[in-house]
């Protein structure tokens, strides 16, 4: 039969706070086991996905390389059958003769003029600076004025230059016109990322496009009639 050990009240204090350290110990040896199993786990798996994720990049990339080089040949073709190239289009769709499957090839670009736009710009304002003879037209003035209007980067924007290419055609004014075709012909857009947009027809409903995702963000989605009309997914560059 054990002796019972009995234990002042000073000794079950010091008893019970080393109890009290030990778990403590214990608990901070499992959570930096825990870490350290955590930790193995997170470089195991990112030395299996990062390489599958790399050779998919690549993929991508050498299949959107292939499309682009191949449709060239077919963008060259279009410039000859219809007399001439589309200088300033950066983006081409394509349809099959039955209507099933589209492509859209396209450049994202950054606007950028040469020094001449100034030039175009400054015969721009003189002629319609010379319209303002009275409230109303100063009015008129002051709207077309602000087409010549720049970005934080000092950039005329290219949308507004074409308003006022059709505003000059109109006018029938040979300083405005030649100021606005100096204008566009400084026009000097850098190009970004080519992108990639494919569609085919839903043959279920025999109408309406569907989008094939091209980002991985994107192949989750689930394709509906209306998603089929949204903006096409970029292939990144």
Do not use: C
């Amino acid at each position: 039969m054990s002796e019972q050990v009995t234990m002042t009240a000073k000794e079950r204090e010091e008893w019970e706070a080393y109890k009290a350290e030990k778990e403590k110990k214990e608990a901070a040896e499992r959570r930096k086991a825990a870490r350290a199993t955590y930790q193995q786990m997170v470089d195991d798996e990112l030395a299996q996905a990062v390489p599958e994720l790399r050779k998919l990049s690549q993929d991508i990339r050498t299949v959107k390389d292939t499309v682009f080089g191949n449709f060239q040949t077919v963008l060259d073709m279009k410039a000859e059958v219809v007399g001439f190239k589309e200088d300033g289009q950066f983006s081409h769709t394509f349809t099959n003769s039955d209507s099933t499957l589209r492509l859209t090839l396209g450049v994202n670009t950054v606007d950028g003029w040469n020094d001449m736009a100034e030039t175009g710009i400054a015969m721009v304002r003189k002629y319609i600076e010379s319209l303002a003879t009275d409230e109303k037209t100063k009015t008129l003035v002051n709207t077309v004025l602000r087409l010549l209007s720049k970005d934080k980067q000092g950039n005329l924007n290219a949308s507004r230059v074409l308003q006022l290419a059709k505003m000059a055609e109109e006018s029938n004014d040979d300083q405005f016109k030649e100021g606005v075709k100096i204008i566009q012909e400084s026009y000097m857009p850098t190009e970004t990322r080519r992108y990639i947009r494919a569609q085919y027809r839903d043959e279920t409903t025999g109408n309406g496009w569907r989008n094939i995702p091209l980002g991985i963000t994107d192949v989750d989605l689930v394709e509906t009639e209306q998603e089929a009309e949204k903006p096409g997914v970029e292939a990144g560059a």
